[in-house]
Antibody, heavy 119, light 107 residues
Framework: EEQLVQSGGGLVQPGGSLRLSCVAS????????ISWVRQAPGKGLEWVAH????????GYVDSVRGRFTISRDTGKNSLSLQLSSLNSADAGVYYC????????????WGQGTLVSVSS | DIQMTQSPSSVSASVGDRVTITCRAS??????LAWYQQKPGKVPQLLIS???SLQSGVPSRFSGSRSGTHFTLTISNLQPEDFATYYC?????????FGQGTKVEIK
């Protein structure tokens, strides 16, 4: 069975850092673009970042560029999202999601991990 | 950045009704528009990709269409399990923006 299993997240103080991980099973993660999508409490979905198959192309939403870093660990069939300089607007559930090979839809999602930012 | 204008923000409907949700892109995104369903506390699920391609396992009462930069999700014969929030997402130009969401509620 194909799965994305997330870890990391938790409570962090404003200005703090956190690392989210996303591990694939049942398929090769490096064959796909992967995105991170977040959802603030009671709000809609927001695309945050993506990375291409070889890790050389990355994109970020303006609000996180320079603070978040997406990267791959090919040897571990995983990727991560490093979050820094966190503020209250960054709080929410973060999902990693796989882009389908031919039609750009996000066809497989991780279970989500909660990031809380509070002093 | 491309803006995705999704409407309505909510709709009340009854079982058996036909529901239509629209998304308009601020620029040409070709056919690269996906629709997702999300139920409370659950992970979003891909319903339709490339404007009109139904994902495996998704009931055929869901359909998608495109006219230029105007995209439509139609749910025919609404079922109890379809009450959820629906999002569109463009994947042609980064950032891959989502629409604001449409909550389909029971009338």
């Amino acid at each position: 069975e194909e799965q994305l299993v997330q870890s990391g997240g938790g409570l962090v103080q404003p200005g703090g850092s956190l690392r989210l991980s996303c591990v694939a099973s049942g398929f090769t993660l490096s064959s796909h673009w992967i995105s991170w999508v977040r959802q603030a409490p009671g709000k809609g979905l927001e695309w945050v970042a993506h990375i291409n198959e070889d890790g050389l192309r990355k994109g970020y939403v303006d609000s996180v560029r320079g603070r978040f870093t997406i990267s791959r660990d090919t040897g571990k069939n995983s990727l991560s999202l490093q979050l820094s300089s966190l503020n209250s607007a960054d709080a929410g559930v973060y999902y990693c999601a796989r882009t389908a090979l031919y039609d750009k839809g996000l066809d497989l999602w991780g279970q989500g991990t909660l990031v809380s930012v509070s002093s | 950045d491309i803006q995705m204008t999704q409407s309505p923000s909510s709709v009340s409907a009854s079982v058996g009704d036909r529901v239509t949700i629209t998304c308009r892109a601020s620029q040409d995104i070709d056919k690269w528009l996906a629709w997702y369903q999300q139920k409370p506390g659950k992970v979003p699920q891909l319903l339709i990709s490339a404007a009109s391609s139904l994902q495996s396992g998704v009931p055929s009462r869901f359909s998608g269409s495109r006219s230029g930069t105007h995209f439509t999700l139609t749910i025919s014969n609404l079922q109890p399990e379809d009450f959820a929030t629906y999002y569109c997402q463009q994947a042609h130009w980064a950032p891959d923006t989502f629409g604001q969401g449409t909550k389909v509620e029971i009338k």
